[in-house]
């Protein structure tokens, strides 16, 4: 585990492996569809639902994995600060 404020580089085989998941998680999901959708007699329905479910759960995943490496999930958030340009008293 790195140490708190420090930011971490992301580097090529951590980018590698999260376009190899989206596109494993968008492949499964068209797999399954077309497969559902051959028994079910839906043809393209299923599959297009697949496709939906796998570009969601791909996208969640890279999320997942990208999150420690971005700046705003380290970051505190700064507090509000008065404007010097504005006056309540005016």
Do not use: H, W
Request: hydrophobic letters at 40%; charged letters at 15%.
């Amino acid at each position: 585990m790195s140490e708190p404020g420090k930011q971490q580089s992301m580097n090529l085989t951590t980018l590698l492996g999260v376009g190899a998941m989206f596109g494993i998680c968008v492949g499964i999901g068209v797999f399954l569809g077309v497969l559902a959708d051959n028994a079910a007699g839906t043809s393209p329905l299923l599959a297009l639902l697949g496709t939906l479910v796998g570009i969601l759960g791909g996208a969640g995943g890279a999320f997942q994995v990208i999150r420690p490496y971005t700046r705003s999930s380290t970051a505190a958030p700064r507090p509000a600060e008065p404007d010097d340009d504005v006056r309540s008293d005016r």
